[in-house]
T-cell receptor, first 115, second 113 residues
Framework: NAGVTQTPKFRVLKTGQSMTLLCAQDMNHEYMYWYRQDPGMGLRLIHY???????AKGEVPDGYNVSRLKKQNFLLGLESAAPSQTSVYFC??????????????FGEGSRLTVL | KQEVTQIPAALSVPEGENLVLNCSFT??????LQWFRQDPGKGLTSLLL?????REQTSGRLNASLDKSSGRSTLYIAASQPGDSATYLC????????????FGTGTLLAVQP
Protein backbone atom coordinates (compact mmCIF):
# COMPACT_ATOMS: atom_id res chain seq x y z
CA ASN A 1 0.00 0.00 0.00
CA ALA A 2 1.88 3.04 -1.28
CA GLY A 3 -0.51 5.68 0.10
CA VAL A 4 0.33 9.00 -1.56
CA THR A 5 3.12 9.05 -4.12
CA GLN A 6 4.60 12.19 -5.64
CA THR A 7 6.78 12.37 -8.73
CA PRO A 8 9.33 13.73 -9.32
CA LYS A 9 10.93 14.14 -5.89
CA PHE A 10 13.44 16.72 -7.09
CA ARG A 11 13.53 19.04 -10.09
CA VAL A 12 15.55 22.03 -11.18
CA LEU A 13 13.98 24.35 -13.75
CA LYS A 14 15.04 27.48 -15.53
CA THR A 15 12.81 30.52 -15.42
CA GLY A 16 10.07 30.22 -18.01
CA GLN A 17 10.15 26.45 -18.30
CA SER A 18 7.07 24.35 -17.65
CA MET A 19 6.59 21.15 -15.71
CA THR A 20 3.98 18.94 -14.11
CA LEU A 21 4.01 17.33 -10.69
CA LEU A 22 2.05 14.11 -10.33
CA CYS A 23 0.29 12.94 -7.20
CA ALA A 24 -1.09 9.42 -7.13
CA GLN A 25 -3.09 7.87 -4.31
CA ASP A 26 -4.36 4.36 -3.74
CA MET A 27 -6.68 5.05 -0.79
CA ASN A 28 -9.78 5.92 -2.83
CA HIS A 29 -10.05 9.32 -1.13
CA GLU A 30 -12.28 11.91 -2.76
CA TYR A 31 -10.43 15.03 -1.63
CA MET A 32 -6.92 15.86 -2.77
CA TYR A 33 -4.79 18.94 -2.15
CA TRP A 34 -1.61 20.60 -3.32
CA TYR A 35 0.33 22.63 -0.74
CA ARG A 36 3.60 24.48 -0.86
CA GLN A 37 5.88 24.77 2.15
CA ASP A 38 8.26 27.68 2.52
CA PRO A 39 10.51 28.53 5.50
CA GLY A 40 8.72 30.65 8.08
CA MET A 41 5.42 30.56 6.20
CA GLY A 42 4.05 27.14 6.96
CA LEU A 43 2.00 25.21 4.47
CA ARG A 44 -0.20 27.12 2.07
CA LEU A 45 -2.93 25.62 -0.06
CA ILE A 46 -2.47 26.06 -3.81
CA HIS A 47 -5.40 24.14 -5.31
CA TYR A 48 -7.63 21.34 -4.23
CA UNK A 49 -10.14 18.87 -5.63
CA UNK A 50 -13.25 17.40 -4.04
CA UNK A 51 -13.64 14.67 -6.60
CA UNK A 52 -12.83 13.43 -10.07
CA UNK A 53 -13.23 16.17 -12.65
CA UNK A 54 -13.38 19.00 -10.08
CA UNK A 55 -10.78 21.53 -9.01
CA ALA A 56 -10.81 24.72 -6.96
CA LYS A 57 -8.42 27.50 -6.01
CA GLY A 58 -6.77 27.65 -2.65
CA GLU A 59 -4.86 30.42 -0.92
CA VAL A 60 -2.02 30.87 -3.44
CA PRO A 61 -3.21 29.62 -6.86
CA ASP A 62 -1.53 32.15 -9.17
CA GLY A 63 0.97 30.63 -11.58
CA TYR A 64 -0.33 27.09 -11.12
CA ASN A 65 -2.93 24.92 -12.81
CA VAL A 66 -4.33 21.57 -11.79
CA SER A 67 -6.30 18.69 -13.23
CA ARG A 68 -8.10 15.70 -11.74
CA LEU A 69 -9.03 13.56 -14.72
CA LYS A 70 -8.87 10.36 -12.69
CA LYS A 71 -9.87 9.98 -9.06
CA GLN A 72 -6.50 8.60 -8.08
CA ASN A 73 -4.37 11.29 -9.72
CA PHE A 74 -4.02 15.02 -9.08
CA LEU A 75 -1.64 16.95 -11.31
CA LEU A 76 -0.06 20.31 -10.54
CA GLY A 77 1.28 22.29 -13.49
CA LEU A 78 3.60 25.25 -13.73
CA GLU A 79 3.21 26.83 -17.19
CA SER A 80 6.05 29.35 -16.88
CA ALA A 81 8.17 28.78 -13.80
CA ALA A 82 9.41 31.73 -11.75
CA PRO A 83 12.07 31.83 -8.99
CA SER A 84 9.27 32.63 -6.50
CA GLN A 85 7.94 29.13 -7.14
CA THR A 86 11.03 27.56 -5.64
CA SER A 87 9.55 25.53 -2.81
CA VAL A 88 8.70 22.11 -1.51
CA TYR A 89 5.36 20.91 -2.83
CA PHE A 90 3.21 18.46 -0.95
CA CYS A 91 0.21 16.53 -2.10
CA UNK A 92 -2.33 15.36 0.46
CA UNK A 93 -5.48 13.30 0.46
CA UNK A 94 -8.32 13.56 2.91
CA UNK A 95 -10.43 10.90 4.54
CA UNK A 96 -13.24 13.39 4.82
CA UNK A 97 -15.68 13.49 7.69
CA UNK A 98 -18.19 16.05 6.55
CA UNK A 99 -18.60 18.93 6.99
CA UNK A 100 -14.89 19.42 7.55
CA UNK A 101 -11.59 17.96 6.54
CA UNK A 102 -10.84 14.66 8.10
CA UNK A 103 -7.49 13.03 8.53
CA UNK A 104 -4.92 14.13 5.98
CA UNK A 105 -2.34 11.86 4.42
CA PHE A 106 0.69 13.48 2.82
CA GLY A 107 3.15 12.49 0.15
CA GLU A 108 6.87 12.85 0.79
CA GLY A 109 7.14 16.08 -1.14
CA SER A 110 8.64 17.37 -4.37
CA ARG A 111 11.50 19.83 -4.06
CA LEU A 112 11.47 22.32 -6.92
CA THR A 113 14.18 24.86 -7.62
CA VAL A 114 13.68 27.54 -10.26
CA LEU A 115 16.85 29.29 -11.39
CA LYS B 1 -8.35 36.49 10.00
CA GLN B 2 -8.00 32.84 10.93
CA GLU B 3 -4.51 32.15 12.21
CA VAL B 4 -2.78 29.26 13.94
CA THR B 5 0.29 29.98 16.04
CA GLN B 6 2.82 27.63 17.56
CA ILE B 7 5.15 28.75 20.32
CA PRO B 8 8.01 28.12 20.81
CA ALA B 9 9.44 27.77 17.33
CA ALA B 10 12.14 25.47 18.69
CA LEU B 11 12.57 23.40 21.84
CA SER B 12 15.43 21.28 23.16
CA VAL B 13 14.92 18.86 26.04
CA PRO B 14 16.92 16.01 27.62
CA GLU B 15 15.80 12.47 26.98
CA GLY B 16 13.13 11.19 29.36
CA GLU B 17 11.53 14.55 30.00
CA ASN B 18 7.80 15.07 29.63
CA LEU B 19 6.99 18.04 27.42
CA VAL B 20 4.11 20.10 26.07
CA LEU B 21 3.85 21.73 22.67
CA ASN B 22 1.39 24.57 22.27
CA CYS B 23 -0.93 25.56 19.45
CA SER B 24 -3.27 28.53 19.54
CA PHE B 25 -5.93 29.58 17.05
CA THR B 26 -7.80 32.83 16.62
CA UNK B 27 -11.16 31.49 15.42
CA UNK B 28 -12.88 29.18 17.88
CA UNK B 29 -15.37 27.96 15.23
CA UNK B 30 -13.08 25.06 14.54
CA UNK B 31 -14.30 21.68 13.29
CA UNK B 32 -11.25 19.71 14.23
CA LEU B 33 -7.58 20.09 15.02
CA GLN B 34 -4.86 17.81 13.79
CA TRP B 35 -1.29 17.33 14.96
CA PHE B 36 1.39 16.25 12.51
CA ARG B 37 5.00 15.22 12.70
CA GLN B 38 7.48 16.14 9.97
CA ASP B 39 10.95 14.64 9.75
CA PRO B 40 13.64 16.51 7.77
CA GLY B 41 13.08 16.17 4.04
CA LYS B 42 9.91 14.18 4.53
CA GLY B 43 6.18 14.69 4.33
CA LEU B 44 3.79 15.19 7.22
CA THR B 45 2.56 12.24 9.24
CA SER B 46 -0.74 12.54 11.07
CA LEU B 47 -0.39 11.93 14.81
CA LEU B 48 -3.73 12.79 16.33
CA LEU B 49 -7.02 14.27 15.14
CA UNK B 50 -9.38 15.87 17.65
CA UNK B 51 -12.94 16.55 16.56
CA UNK B 52 -14.60 19.70 17.90
CA UNK B 53 -16.91 17.58 20.07
CA UNK B 54 -13.92 15.93 21.75
CA ARG B 55 -11.55 17.32 24.32
CA GLU B 56 -8.59 15.01 23.85
CA GLN B 57 -7.10 12.10 21.97
CA THR B 58 -4.36 9.71 23.01
CA SER B 59 -1.98 7.52 21.09
CA GLY B 60 0.79 5.78 22.97
CA ARG B 61 2.98 8.41 24.65
CA LEU B 62 1.12 11.23 22.91
CA ASN B 63 -1.89 13.07 24.24
CA ALA B 64 -3.52 16.01 22.49
CA SER B 65 -6.13 18.27 24.02
CA LEU B 66 -8.46 20.83 22.50
CA ASP B 67 -10.01 23.80 24.31
CA LYS B 68 -12.14 25.75 21.85
CA SER B 69 -13.16 28.40 24.35
CA SER B 70 -9.57 29.44 24.97
CA GLY B 71 -8.44 28.81 21.39
CA ARG B 72 -5.74 26.38 22.44
CA SER B 73 -4.53 22.87 21.78
CA THR B 74 -1.62 21.12 23.43
CA LEU B 75 0.38 18.06 22.47
CA TYR B 76 1.82 16.25 25.46
CA ILE B 77 4.72 13.87 24.87
CA ALA B 78 5.58 11.60 27.77
CA ALA B 79 9.04 10.23 28.45
CA SER B 80 10.59 11.84 25.39
CA GLN B 81 13.09 9.89 23.27
CA PRO B 82 15.71 11.02 20.72
CA GLY B 83 13.49 9.44 18.05
CA ASP B 84 10.83 12.05 18.87
CA SER B 85 13.07 14.74 17.40
CA ALA B 86 11.17 16.32 14.52
CA THR B 87 9.03 19.31 13.65
CA TYR B 88 5.51 19.16 15.03
CA LEU B 89 2.75 21.07 13.27
CA CYS B 90 -0.84 21.67 14.22
CA UNK B 91 -3.61 22.51 11.77
CA UNK B 92 -7.14 23.70 12.40
CA UNK B 93 -10.01 22.77 10.09
CA UNK B 94 -12.72 25.33 9.52
CA UNK B 95 -14.85 23.29 7.19
CA UNK B 96 -17.26 24.86 4.80
CA UNK B 97 -17.14 24.72 1.01
CA UNK B 98 -13.40 25.22 0.89
CA UNK B 99 -12.60 22.74 3.65
CA UNK B 100 -10.10 25.26 4.87
CA UNK B 101 -7.21 23.90 6.86
CA UNK B 102 -4.95 26.44 8.56
CA PHE B 103 -1.45 25.28 9.50
CA GLY B 104 0.82 26.60 12.19
CA THR B 105 4.50 27.07 11.33
CA GLY B 106 5.58 24.28 13.64
CA THR B 107 7.78 23.62 16.66
CA LEU B 108 11.19 22.04 16.01
CA LEU B 109 11.81 19.57 18.82
CA ALA B 110 15.24 18.20 19.66
CA VAL B 111 15.48 15.49 22.31
CA GLN B 112 19.05 15.19 23.54
CA PRO B 113 20.33 11.71 24.50
Amino acid sequence: NAGVTQTPKFRVLKTGQSMTLLCAQDMNHEYMYWYRQDPGMGLRLIHYSVGEGTTAKGEVPDGYNVSRLKKQNFLLGLESAAPSQTSVYFCATDRVWAPSTGELFFGEGSRLTVL
Amino acid sequence: KQEVTQIPAALSVPEGENLVLNCSFTDSAIYNLQWFRQDPGKGLTSLLLIQSSQREQTSGRLNASLDKSSGRSTLYIAASQPGDSATYLCAGSYGGATNKLIFGTGTLLAVQP
